[in-house]
């Protein structure tokens, strides 16, 4: 009886495994798949662009966090547009709770109202 049994479930499992649709499905993708898919293997549109950018050494979004700058005339704050203006916000002290919002122009750079900060608009271009 006991061997009867034992012969019996290898043929049950063998034909659970034919004729179950879903495990002959996960078995058609794991024989056809090389391996776990990397990000830039499966990443499309917007974040596909933006890994292609970054691997070019640009943020083009302003998805990493932004290079810190002095402030001062020599050292602006650089501020990344593809327009000619941008409303820039200064939080002028660490602790401030308050922003000071204000429009920053291509050109020359310009002072924060508040604490004097400089601003700088540089043209950038998003990827195609
Ligand atoms: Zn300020």
């Given amino acids: 009886m006991a061997s009867r049994l034992f012969l019996q479930i290898p043929c049950a499992a063998k034909r659970f495994l034919t004729f179950n649709p879903v495990l002959r ?3 058609c993708t794991m024989g056809t798949l090389k391996g776990i898919p990397t990000d830039d293997e499966q990443a499309t549109g917007l974040e596909r662009r933006a890994l292609q950018a970054f691997k070019k050494g640009q943020d ?3 998805i990493l966090k932004p290079k810190e700058y ?3 005339k020599e050292d602006p704050h650089i501020v990344p547009c593809i ?8 939080v002028c002290e660490e602790d401030n709770t308050a922003i000071v919002w204000f429009w920053v122009h291509e050109g020359n750079p ?3 109202p508040s604490c004097g900060s400089y601003y700088k608009l540089i043209h950038t271009q ?3």
């Fill in 60 to 62: 083009p979004y302003s």
């Fill in 25 to 27: 499905a996960a078995q």
């Fill in 83 to 90: 327009g000619t203006k941008r409303l820039v916000g200064c």
């Fill in 110 to 112: 310009q002072r924060c």
């Fill in 70 to 72: 002095a402030g001062t």
């Fill in 126 to 128: 998003l990827p195609q």
